[in-house]
Every structure is written in structure tokens, then in C-alpha cells.
């Protein structure tokens, strides 16, 4: 007999901070696929890499595991409104979740800097959708703002509901595997996520499911690299735009995770992010978001810079689905338009553009 997931809270409702009196909103999140990537293995000199491949969560990104906390506590609180600042995912994850619990959303992005997908997802979703002239960092402030002066409900990661949901994503690794991979490697921006499935691993060690943390791997874009380069970028850039964060909200629970898990942070190129995207795409089988490319990129750069991997299983958070920020796979490496050649509807013609004629 088939059985359909429940959703994070549900799957691990003993392992979470609820109760049965927390009102559940879920949309099915969590119970994504670990997916083998041979040739990802092959490339940086790995036993093994699998690819924890977010993007086949409801609103195709890792976001909905903290979401269905966020909100269904908000919910039980009695919440009639949340608000999040957002690169894109989380206003499209609490646009949705706000929708399924029949509550209003507010989303405050950065102007123009924010993928098309996740845009139409939040408009799709009825969150009322404010531009703010300025970035992340500033819609961030400002949402702690209005949420701690008017009766809306914080839903970014600085409220710990998110990072108690994502943890599930360790627990799932876990599972799969039955036991701790050597590496688990991320992209960074407020690096909610990094510290997320450091307490999900932590948890497993403390209840003996497992007798290691693996080292934590987080990547950031050059142009966006606090925890690289030790301060808040003031004015952070790369074309991932997920991960354009210069004032990380989880700093110091990610430091923390660094320094227990005997981990590190590293930061990649742009160009170096994409070559990783289409990498993925063309050789794995798996699309996803630029950003979300950015953690296989760092284990590619160390790989080259001379970490000898050989004999480790590492397993690599892809974070957000491809099909968000689609315009980058329509472009070829030089950043030039890729348009599907136009042809008749005769056998003979198809079959010479083809080659195989
Ligand atoms: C695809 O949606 O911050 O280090 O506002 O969308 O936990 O912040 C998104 C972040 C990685 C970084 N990959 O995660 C937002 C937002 C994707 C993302 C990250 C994000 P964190």
C-alpha cells in the first residue's frame, strides 16, 4: 500500500517544538530525494556525492520545511498576518503557506533583484508584495520593524520556528544514508540553512542515530561574502541573487556550527557559480536555481585547490528548482541567447538539422 509523505511536522512531530494543540498547515514539505551524482563524484575526486535536491518541496525550495513551522505557530498564536523580507524563496514559500492557512502575507524584496518565478509565485499567492529601494539587509530591518511595532508575524530565519523546520533536512540525510556523510556542503546567505542542518546533525548525535557531525561546508558568491571576509558587506552583488545577503542574520549560530563541526566557509565566482549550474544540469540531470549551484562550486574549487576527497561521501544541499530563475539556462557560457532553431514539418529537412541524415 502506497503512503503519501505528511509533511515535516507530522513525519517528525516527536523530534520538533510542537504539541497537539499546534494548529498544523502543512503542503507535504520535507521527503526530497538524495540523489546520486556519479559524475559530480568523478569530477571533484569523491567516493561519493548526492545532491539533496530542495527544489521538489512544494514551492521548489528548502524554504517550505521552515515555513510550515513559522506558520503553523503563528497560526496557533492566533496571527492573522505574517511578514518576511526576502531574496525571493521565502516570500513565495509564506506567500503560499499564508494562503493555505487562510491568512494574509506581506513580502518586502529587494527592487528588481529578485527572480521572475518567485515573483509570480508570491503575486500567485495573493501576498501583498511591497519593492523596497534597497536590499536584502534593508528589507530585513525593516520587517523587524513593522513586526515588532504592528500585528504582523515575523516569518524570516532570525525566528527560530524556521530553523527548528529546516533541521528535518539532516534528519532525511540521515536516514537515507544510515549514517553521517563526511561533508555536508551548502550555499550561505543569512546561513539559516547552514545552522539549520547542523542542529538537524547535532540532535542525531545526541540521540545516538549518529557518532559524528559532518563537517559543515558553506559557499558564498565573491561578491557577497561576510563570513569569508569577516564583516557585513555593505553593498553585496552577484548575479545569484538568492544569496545576495551582506548582513547574515544567523552570523553567530552559523560560527558556531563552523567552528563544532570543523567545518568552513568559502567563496565562489560568478562565472564559477553557473559553469556549476549548467554542470548540473547537463551532467547530473538535476536543474536548479544559479544560487543554489554555489555549494558544488565551493567543493569543485577545493577539490581544485587541492582538498584530496578520495574515499568521502559528501552530500550537497541544492536548495531552490531551476525552473525559478529559468533565464539562465537559456543563455550560453558566453551569456548569449540560446534560441531552438526553427524548421519545416518535413522528415527529410528535421533529420539534416538534425545530423542524422
Ligand atoms: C535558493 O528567500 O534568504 O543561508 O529571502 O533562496 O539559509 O539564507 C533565500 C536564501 C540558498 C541561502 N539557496 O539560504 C530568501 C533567502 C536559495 C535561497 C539560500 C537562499 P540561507
Known sequence: MAH????VIREYFERLDVDSNTKIITLGEGGTPLVAAPALAQLVGAEEVYLK???MNPTGSFKDRGMTMAVSKAVTHGAKAVICASTGNTSASAAAYAAAA???SVVLVPKGKIALGKLAQAVAHKAQILQVKGNFDDCLDLARDLAENYAVHLVNSVNPDRIEGQKTGAFEVVEFLDRAPDIHVLPV???????????????????????????????????????????????????ATAIRIGNPASYDLALAAREESQGRFGAVKDPD?????????????????????????????ASRAGDNLAGKTIVVTVTGNGLKDAAWALKDERGKEIKPQIVSN??????ERLGLA
Do not use: C
Not at 542525531?204 to 563537517?215: E, L
Not at 547530473?284 to 567543493?299: D, Q, R
Open 4 to 7: 503519501q509523505w505528511r509533511g
Open 53 to 55: 535536491v530542495e527544489g
Open 102 to 104: 487562510g491568512i494574509q
Open 189 to 239: 546567505g543569512n546561513a539559516g540553512n547552514y545552522s539549520a542542518y547542523f542542529k538537524g546533525y547535532k540532535e542525531d548525535v545526541q540521540a545516538g542515530r549518529i557518532k559524528h557531525i559532518p563537517q559543515m561546508w558553506g559557499y558564498q558568491a565573491d561578491g557577497s561574502a561576510p563570513f569569508v571576509y569577516g564583516t557585513p558587506v555593505k553593498n553585496p552583488d552577484t548575479i
Open 273 to 301: 557559480i553557473l559553469w556549476m549550474h549548467r554542470f548540473l544540469s547537463q551532467e547530473v540531470g538535476v536543474f536548479v536555481e544559479p544560487s543554489s549551484a554555489t555549494g558544488a562550486a565551493g567543493l569543485l574549487q
Open 346 to 351: 518535413h522528415a527529410k529537412e528535421v533529420a
